[in-house]
């Protein structure tokens, strides 16, 4: 039986690969039918997910994807991207333009097969933590704590927090070797005090248990991939069914997209319609939630040339039904609106560059908790031995964020090593939930002492 199913996935490979030979993808990049533009079309034999993979390759670039029209009904996949750079202009880099044609042309050195896993990269040089638990007040900077006490720098990070869920993918180094912690005591050791600290506040009932994983990272999955998947592990969509009313704002006043399922019975399709603010990376969290859903989108329109986006799919099961209930339909909806929120920017942006150190990232959420600014959102890099930060503050009153507040703070860290990037500070003020929903709290730490991780 072994022999037969290794038989197997060799011949699946060398059909793909056989495919892709006979029907090589053919990317085109016009600069000069639209004014304002630069159109990409791709066309290439058909397989599941790879409208995901064209959207990944533009949203890694950061291009603006303003409109697209996707066709991948049958055998043959036809889609249209009429992208801009981040200052609005065409693309018109070469070096850019390049890759793009390598990525998703024939040149492209990799090939499907049902063991592929979509956005996965080889790497030894750091451990991958996954952290998913409920939202309490300086959650991470005693999780960064930790890490420090444990002789962990972190190089990569990114941390979402969602309705009273928070998650976290991190990227650690030993201090001293600056390479992957790979011995399994320790890595047990590190999952063990980490899920100390995720289950030291108090949890409600309907709170699920905290999620620790940490692994020594042959396989690093796109973080923005991880971050979806470990939400929605964690059922953070069902927040959407204490939804009082019929208002464009949830609890914490933010504006909900607009979402809609029904079912084409004679096509057999499910049509979903998605209006809603626009923002980078929105085409990518969509599509992602649809595949990642076991869904196949045979068609879909993109308008985002204003400030609102609309998308319009025509999707499928994988097995060829459309959307089959009630029930269905409602957890698509859910999941959608979900996917649209978890990445909103809300607060301040605030820019952190200096030369990166064990304790840094530890050290700034500190400041922050000990100044009354909570973080709605942060993404951590390390490049080149610089700590390359961007952090989304609020105040934890939920109004403006006091200018006196950000110049203190800039004092501590440094004026030339901490930027204010703009956005509207106001914000509205925040119900008793919103309030305790904060992944950096205004209030002290939890002593580590009680937990006999951090010497007295």
Not at 28 to 51: M, R, W, Y
Not at 225 to 250: C, P, S, T, V
Request: charged content about 30%; hydrophobic content about 35%; aromatic content about 8%.
């Amino acid at each position: 039986m072994d022999v037969c199913l290794s038989y197997s996935y060799h011949m699946d490979d060398e059909i793909a690969k056989f495919i892709k030979r006979v029907n090589p993808p053919r990317v085109v990049i016009d600069n000069e039918v639209c004014k304002n533009v630069t159109v990409i079309k791709v066309d290439s034999a058909n397989k599941h997910g790879i409208l995901l993979e064209v959207v990944q390759v533009l949203t890694d670039l950061n291009l603006t994807i303003k409109k697209a029209y996707i066709s991948s009904d049958g055998g043959w996949f036809m889609d249209v991207f009429n992208v801009t750079d981040q200052d609005g202009n065409k693309v018109t880099d070469e070096i850019v333009l390049d890759y793009i044609r390598k990525s998703l042309g024939p040149d492209d050195s990799s090939c499907y097969s049902p063991r592929s896993t979509i956005g996965v990269k080889q790497s030894v040089d750091f451990t991958v933590i996954e952290l998913t638990g409920t939202d309490r007040p300086g959650l991470l900077s005693e999780l960064c704590a930790v890490l420090t006490d444990l002789q962990c720098n972190v190089v990569n990070a990114e941390i979402w927090t969602h309705r009273a869920k928070a998650a976290a993918v991190l990227q650690v180094t030993d201090e001293e070797t600056c390479a992957a912690v790979t011995d399994p005591e320790r890595l047990s050791q590190i999952r063990k005090l980490l899920g100390y600290v995720l289950t030291g506040g108090s949890r409600s009932r309907r709170s699920r248990e905290p999620k620790t994983t940490v692994s020594s990272s042959l396989d690093e999955t796109y973080a923005d991939r991880k971050l979806h998947q470990l939400m929605f592990a964690d059922r953070d969509y069902d927040e959407w069914e204490n939804r009082i009313g019929d208002d464009d704002e949830d609890k914490s006043g933010r504006v909900i997209p607009d979402v809609d399922v029904s079912n084409l019975h004679d096509l057999d399709y499910s049509v979903v319609m998605i209006k809603c603010k626009d923002r980078p990376k929105l085409l990518f969290d969509t599509v992602f939630t649809l595949t990642d859903m076991k869904y196949v989108v045979s068609h879909a329109s993109i308008d985002a040339e204003g400030p609102e986006a609309y998308q319009e799919y025509y999707i499928r099961h994988t097995d060829g039904s459309p959307v089959k209930s009630e029930a269905e339909r409602q957890r698509v909806i859910k999941c959608l609106k979900a996917a649209i929120q978890r990445r909103v920017s809300e607060g301040l942006k605030l820019e952190l560059c200096t030369s990166d150190r064990v304790g840094l990232l530890s050290d700034v959420t500190r400041i922050f908790r000990e100044n009354s600014l909570t973080v709605t959102r942060a993404e951590v890099k390390t490049k080149g031995g610089k700590a390359l930060n961007t952090f989304y503050v609020k105040d934890a009153s939920g109004y403006q964020v006091d200018a006196k507040t950000i110049d203190a703070i800039r004092q501590v860290i440094g004026q030339t090593i901490l930027q204010v990037k703009g956005g509207n500070t106001e914000v509205k003020p925040c119900t008793q939930e919103s309030q305790t929903g904060f992944l950096f709290g205004v209030f002290k730490s939890r002593s580590f002492v009680n937990f006999g991780l951090i010497r007295s």
